[in-house]
């Protein structure tokens, strides 16, 4: 069974910082492409982060600079450090493992930042 657990969201103000984690497991985390989607209120889903297993990262255009994507293999778990965070970030993150094609999904953590 197919789990992803997510933690480290809540209220932060502007300017600040929050450390997402996302824990896997049942699947084979070491060849799984991780990434870290957000959704808004009345808006689409959208990639916030990327890593491959390779460890090569991409990100929305919105967070660079702003927010890292990480991975420990060793603990099947993959990171995101969010850094000078604004009230356009507030949404409900959710972290995404792609082994061989397939995707899983997580219930996701809300993030709330207050100006």
């Known amino acids: 069974q197919v789990q992803l657990v997510e933690s480290g969201g809540g209220l932060v103000q502007a300017g600040g910082s929050l450390r997402l984690s996302c824990v896997a497991s049942g699947i084979m985390f070491r060849i799984s492409t991780m990434g870290w989607y957000r959704q808004a209120p009345g808006k689409q889903r959208e990639l916030v982060a990327r890593?491959?297993?390779?460890?090569?990262?991409n990100y929305a255009d919105s967070v660079k600079g702003r927010f890292t994507i990480s991975r420990d293999n060793a603990k099947s778990t993959a990171y995101l450090q969010m850094n000078s965070l604004k009230p356009e970030d507030t949404a409900v993150y959710y972290c995404n493992a792609n082994p061989l094609g397939v995707d899983y999904w997580g219930r996701g953590t809300q993030v709330t930042v207050s100006s």
């Open positions: 890593i491959t297993s390779g460890g090569i990262t």
